[in-house]
């Protein structure tokens, strides 16, 4: 699968912007995940890329370089419920739902 | 209300002792899939399945069977549990074009003793 390598944690400051990076290897690679997972929860769904650029969701944007083999979750005005872990995930080519995580960056918003 | 349900939500076990897991959504999507999260190696896919009678192997599979008889419904079933597989399972479920991502069960945390 592939080898999606993040950041452990990051801390920010409310009202703040944090960018959380995260790379692959592009060799089979097939679109591109991020997930919210609150402590105790599920993950829940935040975006898909799979062409390069950035996509925006109101408070959250997501972009992607395929070239680079690089991502990154950009959250604007953070608020003290965005503390969470932060799931990047990699689709596989090859098999059409083998996804595969990243350990997850943990991020702290501190008032 | 759309949602993927996993029955139980906790599980205390022996070792050697046979258990399943269950799973069931109602949005009638075709693609389902069972992960394993354990502290410092994230979500680790164990098996996933395309669609009925559709199963492929993730990257633990070790130990673990699952089956698709039903689209709805993808059990994860543990024929002999070691203490190895104590972890966090989740259930999760998408759309054949995966576009809009996984919606993930609640969990179910399985202990082996």
């Known amino acids: 699968g592939q080898n999606i390598d993040q950041p452990t944690e990051m801390t920010a400051t409310e009202g703040a912007i944090v960018q959380i990076n995260c790379t692959y290897q592009t060799s089979g690679f097939n679109g591109l995940f991020w997930y919210q997972q609150h402590a105790g929860e599920a993950p829940t769904f935040l975006s898909y890329?799979?062409?390069?650029g950035l996509e925006e969701k109101g408070r959250f944007s997501s972009f992607l370089s395929r070239s680079k083999g690089y991502s990154y979750l950009l959250l604007k005005e953070l608020q003290m419920k965005d503390s969470a872990s932060y799931l990047c995930a990699g689709r596989n080519s090859g098999g059409y739902q083998k996804v595969t995580f990243g350990t997850g960056t943990k991020l702290q918003v501190i008032p | 209300e759309a949602q993927v349900t996993q029955n139980p939500r906790y599980l205390i076990t022996v070792t050697g002792k046979k258990l399943t897991v269950t799973c069931s959504q109602n949005m009638n999507h075709e693609y389902m899939s069972w992960y394993r999260q354990d502290p410092g190696l994230g979500l680790r896919q164990i098996y996933y399945?395309?669609?009925?009678?559709?199963?492929d192997k993730g990257d633990v599979p070790e130990g673990y069977k699952v089956s698709r008889k039903e689209k709805r419904n993808f059990p994860l079933i543990l024929e002999s549990p070691s203490p190895n597989q104590t972890s966090l399972y989740f259930c999760?479920?998408?759309?054949?074009?995966?576009?809009?991502?996984?919606?993930f069960g609640s969990g179910t945390r399985l202990t082996v003793v």
């Open positions: 399945s395309m669609n009925v009678e559709v199963t």
């Open positions: 890329n799979v062409l390069d």
């Open positions: 999760a479920s998408s759309p054949e074009t995966g576009v809009g991502g996984y919606t």
